[in-house]
């Protein structure tokens, strides 16, 4: 089964940036679809940016501009570079991969 494994997140400032990764393992057959979902306490999950292995990419309106999602097929790794880091980023952030999930990672602003 494919596992996703996230790292780069933590407490930053109002203003500040952070860089995301979501490194796929147990990859049999290419993944087309990649993204990023998040969670705030009290809120449901929303879809924040996506990719496709050609590297089309898709945002939400409320990152749109500060966020960039990228990837490397050969790495098969996912990255989401966010800047001008606002409190309401603040949430649980997961990596999708096809129809995996990793365990999410906290990012938190501070105002």
């Known amino acids: 089964q494919v596992q996703l494994v996230e790292s780069g997140g933590g407490l930053v400032q109002a203003g500040g940036s952070l860089r995301l990764s979501c490194a796929a393992s147990?990859?049999?057959?290419?993944?087309?679809?990649m993204g990023w979902y998040r969670q705030a306490p009290g809120k449901q999950r929303e879809l924040v940016a996506a990719?496709?292995?050609?590297?089309?990419?898709s945002y939400a309106d409320s990152v749109k501009g500060r966020f960039t999602i990228s990837r490397d097929n050969a790495k098969n790794t996912a990255y989401l570079e966010m800047n001008s880091l606002k409190p309401e980023d603040t949430a649980v952030y997961y990596c999708?991969?096809?129809?995996?999930w990793g365990q999410g990672t906290q990012v938190t602003v501070s105002a």
């Open positions: 147990r990859i049999i057959f290419p993944i087309n679809a």
């Open positions: 999708v991969a096809g129809t995996f």
């Open positions: 990719i496709t292995r050609d590297g089309s990419t």
